[in-house]
């Protein structure tokens, strides 16, 4: 091959080369470009909306301790006093409104200071939960072998997905306003939806019996266990993003 051959076969692949890296930069370009379009006029924003429920759940936690030098005593006490209230909920127990069941349950041993068990002391818990507060109230009123550990109340998951239900909707809604005005302000017309997030929550605040009346409770069998539930706020937020056209 003479000298102008092979000078004309370097021209060549160099054409060919510069004709491919052309080809890929306008490629990478026109990627480039649709992703600045697709990024263009993108507004990240959020809006949430708060319903308030009463709380429909009750929760009563009663419990018992005691003490002993051997761990077998301890243990068939705490199975005696548990049996007995357990006798006394289930006269009650109705699925859903008045549910009975046991709670934790704990053996451990006292040490002296040389390291040696002195003795044992452990505890058991009966859980009442359910929608009858008056029921709930008045078994636990009747148990006379434990003691009231724990009120509470809290929502149902019923009533939890129609409030977190409405309060969506309203959040939605919220949403979808605030996007159509952000676009007027921008002189546009209206927007698609990227993307959207929605995250739902509650507080609520749990009110206790009164401790006068807790102690009335305590020698005076049969009197029911004085509650008043209070409210949950469950909060609902929707955020994401839009891009306006």
Known sequence: MNSKNILFAIQLIAIQAIITLATALFAQNMQDAAAFRALQNVVQLSANAAVETQQDILTITMNTTREAAEANTVQTQLKTALDAALAEAKKNATAGQLDVRTGNFSLYPRYARDGKITGWQGSTE????????????????????LTIGNVAFSL??????????????????????????????????NYSLREVVVNAGDQGFTPRPRIAEMSMKMSSADSAVPVDAGKST??????????HR
Do not use: H, N, P, Y
Not at 235 to 242: A, D, E, F, N, Q
């Open 234 to 243: 469950v909060t609902v937020t929707v955020s994401g993003s839009v891009q």
């Open 126 to 145: 009966l859980v009442l939960e359910g929608r009858d507060f008056a029921k709930i109230s008045s078994t636990a009123g009747k148990i006379q072998t």
């Open 156 to 189: 149902s998951r019923e009533q939890r997905q129609k409030v977190e239900s409405e309060a969506q909707q309203i959040a939605i809604e919220r949403f979808r306003s605030k996007a159509g005005d952000i676009a007027k302000s921008f002189g546009m017309s």
